[in-house]
């Protein structure tokens, strides 16, 4: 069974950095996309940044030149390092894959990590 286990959340003032991580485990065939997605209360799940499995990064604009993704495919990991973190920071942040599992691509999700930013 494939599992992506976070960590790393917590709470921060602003300015301050967290770096979040996630480890996949199970019988994965290959990595496509790996990145991180956030979901503020009464809002929905968006972007936060994305990277391929040649490692182009891509970014959400209102994260651009404080967030840094980047992927271990050796070790099934990925990491979100974010800095100048701002009060509208704060969500509950998931980890995404997309892995080759079994005989096709499956999307996979982790549990989330809640990060809260303090003004």
């Known amino acids: 069974q494939v599992q992506l286990v976070e960590s790393g959340g917590g709470l921060v003032q602003a300015g301050g950095s967290l770096r979040l991580s996630c480890a996949a485990s199970g019988s994965i065939f290959g990595i496509n996309a790996l990145g991180w997605y956030r979901q503020a209360p009464e809002k929905q799940r968006e972007l936060v940044a994305r990277i391929s499995s040649v490692g182009n990064a891509e970014y959400a604009d209102f994260v651009r030149g404080r967030f840094t993704v980047s992927r271990d495919g050796a070790k099934k990991t990925v990491a979100l390092q974010m800095n100048s973190l701002k009060p509208e920071d704060t969500a509950v942040y998931y980890c995404?894959?997309?892995?080759?599992?079994?005989?096709?691509?499956?999307?996979?999700w982790g549990q989330g990590t809640q990060v809260t930013v303090s003004s």
């Open positions: 995404y894959a997309k892995f080759f599992v079994g005989s096709m691509w499956r999307d996979y």
